[in-house]
């Protein structure tokens, strides 16, 4: 016998295994409630008419359950696949639910209505980029950490990049742009001292030169006597300078 | 002079014998002092006590104290000692030992390339970056985050693109990478850098190189921007140097090779800009500085630009395809860092 009051009183008074109970609300965990909340007008056990909505795979279907099959729970709830089209499936749940009570009718719609907004969020969510969640092992990242540590100190990189740059400079891959460059300095002194080399070499060529042609000429020059340097000369000592003292 | 410590003596007494010792009320526990009761034996073939063994703390690491002083000094003379010996012989004098370092004692790695190894050369000049080095390409970068870059990765972006000569950076809205790839192709970038960002932080960097290259994945960490260092100059627009160190191995030629197809390639000297990809144990340094000559002897760097270690994590064929693409290389924690002394790079 199916009486829902005397089931009421007992669970709602008594133990129910699907009553969660917290400070405000009290919820129902049963998987076939309509609501999720626990009263009297939404617990499935304790009505005998009683009807949801529920989601498989994607697909909704609408349960419904009557007194005259109470005694038979095996067959219990009666299984309706609901239509892909949203108010095609709103009118398969009114005409199902013909002569139901309104809240449970109402209730059912809603649901319906919740379920399918969530299918379209997930099926966005996953052509949306996903983020992978990869675990970190906690001892793993502080050896690493310890190890970069470790390398930073040993490899002295700003001596290595000294290095580099100073080796680049002696390679010449700069140029002329640095006139500090010891191997440009070096060569040009080397090229002033041929250059200079090659100069007095010829000097003294010409001077061989010249001495040979004196020589071969050697005629007798009749030279006028030095003059005594004019007083003017003398009086003009100021404007000496080093290089006539020189001459 | 090392006494048994006792509860009243004051210990810079000098070492009596043994026998007066065992009349002397200890307190102390001395096990390990031998008692030779009948005849004073030379101090030298007592050993000293366990300090460890003494109860009272504050006694104790005085001990200990003395201890590490005298082992130090003791220390100290004996390197006065063979530095005199090593100048009294001058050239005989045995050379000096190398400490061992993990450098050193790297594990031989047979994927090290010999510079003139001509199967090397062979590959490298038809591998993937050629076309940067035959000077047929010229780098165009461009520069993205993950998904709603916070503002640490959106300032870590803006200094990478100012490091970056031709670089343009382009936020993520939401696209497939997969999807933003052909779009680069069109629009005729070489290199496509993706940061990702985790807690606020930019944390991993994806290096995919364009017309069908490689793709590296790096592991970025302690990042610091360019108003994080202190007195840090500004970055101008040009050219950088390329420093590429320690890229030994086959992998590391690699990635070297990537890097630095990422720079154009003739550097304006004019700029003294330098970037440095230092690898160090697998670690990845990178910086950027300013250098001046003081003479053919001395530089001075003065650091610019950001500054952050890389590691790398992984390295693909071909662009990003993470489900089937083909990874010539992939860090495996539990099987590869398994020995102190083997690096890959």
């Known amino acids: ?247 | 002079m090392t006494c048994p410590p006792t509860s009243w003596s004051i210990p810079n007494f000098p070492k009596m014998a043994t026998s007066k010792k065992k009349k002397m009320p200890v307190r102390e526990e001395t096990q390990d002092v031998e008692n030779d009761s009948a005849m004073a034996v030379p101090s030298s073939a007592i050993p000293p006590p366990n300090i460890s063994s003494i109860k009272n703390k504050m006694r104790r690491t005085q001990e200990f104290i003395k201890l590490k002083r005298q082992r130090r000094k003791e220390k100290k003379e004996l390197q006065k000692k063979k530095k005199r010996e090593a100048e009294a012989l001058g050239d005989e004098a045995p050379p000096k030992k190398v400490p061992r370092t993990i450098e050193n004692m790297r594990v031989f790695d047979e994927t090290m390339v010999d510079p003139q190894d001509e199967e090397v050369l062979h590959d490298e000049a038809h591998d993937e970056m050629a076309s940067y080095f035959t000077r047929d390409t010229r780098p165009k970068v461009l520069i993205t985050s993950s998904d709603r870059p916070r503002s640490t990765t959106t300032r870590f972006l803006k200094e990478l693109g100012q490091c970056i000569p031709n670089s343009e950076i382009y936020y993520r809205r939401g696209l497939d990478l997969k999807k933003v790839i052909p779009q680069a192709l069109s629009k005729e970038f070489t290199d496509i850098i993706v940061i990702n960002e985790d807690r606020r932080k930019p944390n991993g960097m994806l290096l995919c190189h364009l017309p069908d290259g490689p793709t590296a994945h790096f592991k970025i960490s302690n990042v610091k921007l360019h108003d994080e260092i202190k007195r840090a100059p500004k970055s101008t627009e040009h050219h950088p140097e390329v420093i590429l160190n320690n890229f030994n191995t086959r992998l590391g030629h690699t990635v070297g090779r990537m890097f630095a197809a990422l720079f154009p390639h003739d550097p304006q000297f004019s700029g003294r800009q330098a970037v440095t990809f230092h690898n160090q144990r697998d670690f990845i340094f990178f910086r950027h500085h300013r250098y001046l000559f003081k003479n053919n002897k001395r530089v001075g760097l003065n650091e610019l630009g950001p500054r952050f270690t890389l590691k790398l994590r992984s390295l693909q064929k071909g662009t990003f395809d993470s489900k089937f693409g083909e990874y010539e290389w992939v860090h495996k924690r539990h099987e590869m860092d398994t020995s102190r002394r083997k690096f890959f790079l």
């Not at chain 1, 008594?14 to 919820?27: D, I, L, Y």
């Not at chain 1, 999720?36 to 697909?59: D, F, H, I, W």
């Not at chain 1, 099926?123 to 470790?150: A, I």
């Not at chain 1, 007095?200 to 001077?207: G, N, R, S, V």
């Open chain 1, 1 to 247: 016998m199916q009486h829902d009051d005397v089931i009421w009183s007992v669970i709602n008074k008594g133990f129910c295994s699907f009553k969660v109970k917290t400070k405000s609300q009290k919820f129902c965990r049963n998987e076939y409630s309509l609501t999720g909340l626990c009263n009297r007008g939404s617990c499935p056990l304790a009505n005998s008419q009683y009807a949801t909505v529920r989601e498989e795979k994607g697909v909704c279907f609408l349960y419904m359950k009557t007194i005259e099959r109470a005694a038979f729970p095996g067959r219990l709830w009666e299984k309706v696949k609901l239509s892909r089209n949203y108010e095609k499936a709103l009118q398969q749940i009114s005409e199902n639910l013909i002569y139901w009570p309104y809240f449970i009718r109402q209730k059912c719609k809603q649901r319906f209505t919740k379920i399918t907004q969530y299918l379209i969020r997930m099926r966005k969510l996953t052509l949306k980029q996903q983020k992978k969640l990869v675990p970190l092992s906690r001892k793993v990242e502080k050896r690493e950490r310890r190890k970069e540590q470790k390398a930073l100190v040993a490899a002295q990189v700003e001596n290595a990049i000294e290095k580099e740059l100073l080796e680049r400079l002696k390679q010449g891959t700069y140029g002329d742009i640095y006139n500090i460059s010891q191997t440009a300095f070096d060569k040009a002194l080397e090229e002033e001292e041929v250059s200079s080399e090659s100069e007095a070499e010829e000097e003294k060529e010409e001077e061989l030169e010249e001495e040979m042609e004196e020589e071969s000429e050697a005629e007798v020059e009749y030279v006028e006597d030095f003059e005594e340097s004019d007083i003017s000369d003398i009086e003009d000592g100021d404007k000496f300078s080093t290089t006539d003292l020189e001459r």
